[in-house]
């Protein structure tokens, strides 16, 4: 496995990773806005991919903010590829590009008693690597629960 910056040619791979999770996340792949976020976050140095010789592995959509939280925006690893430590290698890759501590990195998740939360294994995901759960952030686009889960670097 590689863990690279995104480049626009990658943007298929993207569509492709999105398409296994809209029953969980809501419509992306036909959403020009989508489309935007990726070249936008590919363009600034702030979108990566893991990548195999079969094809993308993952991708992370990252923000930076020098005066407040980051942000992992958008992580989905391919369903052949989780468990793997795919997903890992994509949070660490970026926490080292883009964060300096002290800072705080925030990711928004599915809320406990929405029902890709132990599907997916978003929450303990993000636990195993030291978020912590914080509080509720708006629903999601298919209406489910949301919460904020927050990792702080010393």
């Given at each position: 496995m590689t863990v690279r910056l995104a480049r626009p040619e990658d943007l298929p791979g993207f569509l492709a990773l999105a398409a296994e999770v809209e029953h969980w996340f809501g419509p992306m792949v036909a959403e020009p806005g989508f489309h935007r976020a990726v070249e936008k976050s590919a363009a600034r140095g702030l979108a990566t991919v893991a990548e195999d010789g079969r094809g993308l592995l993952g991708g992370l959509l990252f923000g930076t903010d020098p005066e407040g939280p980051h942000h992992l925006h958008w992580l989905v690893v391919a369903e052949r590829a989780r468990g793997t430590g795919t997903g890992?290698?994509?949070?660490?890759?970026?926490?080292?590009?883009?964060?300096?501590?002290?800072?705080?990195?925030?990711?928004?998740?599915?809320?406990?008693?929405?029902?890709?939360?132990?599907?997916s294994g978003a929450r303990v995901f993000?636990?195993?690597?030291?978020?912590?759960?914080?509080?509720?952030a708006a629903?999601?686009?298919?209406?489910g629960s949301r919460q904020v889960y927050r990792l702080r670097l010393t």
């Open positions: 890992r290698a994509l949070v660490e890759d970026a926490l080292r590009r883009h964060v300096r501590a002290p800072a705080a990195v925030e990711v928004v998740t599915f809320g406990p008693d929405h029902p890709g939360a132990v599907t993000y636990e195993r690597l030291g978020f912590t759960p914080a509080e509720p629903p999601g686009p298919e209406g």
